[in-house]
């Protein structure tokens, strides 16, 4: 029998601690479940509620802090996992992931950016991590981040 991956355990190794559900914005659910699928709102890039990466990605940032910023969303999005799930063991797969980077106009390395989130999806899961996604830039994002990610995850 093939060991089971251990996502969390896989996290504190690249010393990652996730934070506890956050709190909408606006008038709206972080997510939804229409079984075996849970639909993720989108978050931005905070850490204890705190905007870390804002302005435009290519010209205010870097692509690396863009990378980073997605980085950071994924986080995000796990620690809610985690609230839903209990164990994110409980991940089949990740279908699919939507990211929106804040980018300058002239910014066409959005698939860059975006690797943040799923190389960390990727390293954390494995082949479960593996997933379809869009890289899209946008003229603005809530409150000035430089990325805000949403997932859709299969659960059992």
């Known amino acids: 029998m093939e060991k089971c991956i251990q996502v969390e355990e ?5 010393n990652i601690q ?5 709190k909408p914005s606006g008038n709206y659910v972080p997510y939804t479940i229409v079984e075996p699928m849970i639909y993720m709102s989108g978050v931005t890039p905070k ?3 705190v905007l870390q990466y804002k ?12 990378y980073q910023a997605a980085r950071q969303c994924i986080i995000n999005q796990l ?5 839903i799930l209990g164990d994110l063991d409980r991940v089949v797969n990740i279908v699919k992931m939507e990211g929106f980077i804040h980018a300058a106009s002239d910014f066409y390395d959005l698939p860059y950016v975006l690797n943040g989130a799923s190389d960390l999806l990727v390293e954390a899961f494995g082949e479960k991590g593996a ?4 890289a899209i830039g946008v003229a603005a994002l809530p409150g000035g981040a430089a990325v805000e990610v949403e997932l859709i995850v299969r659960y059992e």
């Open 10 to 14: 896989k996290l504190k190794e690249l």
């Open 18 to 22: 996730l934070e506890s559900l956050p």
């Open 47 to 49: 850490v204890n509620g």
């Open 55 to 66: 302005g435009k990605v290519g010209l205010d940032l870097t692509k690396e802090e863009g």
């Open 79 to 83: 620690g809610t996992l985690k609230a």
């Open 131 to 134: 997933h379809a996604r869009s």
